[in-house]
């Protein structure tokens, strides 16, 4: 959805109105609420995609995946964590969050190496990946954090998945866990 100029000289206050451009329907500032808004500013994206002739999957995951280290990014993350709040309160089900700080990160990188330091990360990255369940999400919250959802989980379930991950995590980094489960 883009504003054009032909829609900024048909209405009064151009800024409140969008046009899609592949159906060329207007919309008002109050639609842009409305959930099939949504639909077309999909549709609108892909099609641009298609259009420049280099439909690839990581043109479409730009938005969710944290380049440098491959797994998902915070803006993806805190949309599925709203998703499983939501979710897990009408279920009425358990929700956990596990924070992983890297504790030595400004030494590894002083001491070897933005390339030495990426790679490190990227390799803590893929084993939370690996050894997570299927529904958990592990995210890059910063340049030295990471944090996994683990929907349906509670405070035990964190706790064994942190055990977990500290047994599997040797090396070089040396990192801290703390849980939330509610």
Known sequence: IYVSNETKEKFAEPETYCQCRNCKKTFGADDALRQDIYAYEATDRISDIINRGSF????????????????????????????????CKVLKKNLSLILVNIINFGSLLDDNGEEFTRRHLKNLAMLMEDNLSEIDIPARYDKNDFIILLPESDKKKAESVVKFLKEKIVGVMKVDFKTVSF
């Open 56 to 87: 690839t999957l990581p043109d479409l995951e730009q938005e969710l995946i944290d380049q440098d280290v491959n797994i998902y990014n915070l803006r993806y993350f805190r949309k599925k964590l709203d998703e499983e709040i939501k979710r």
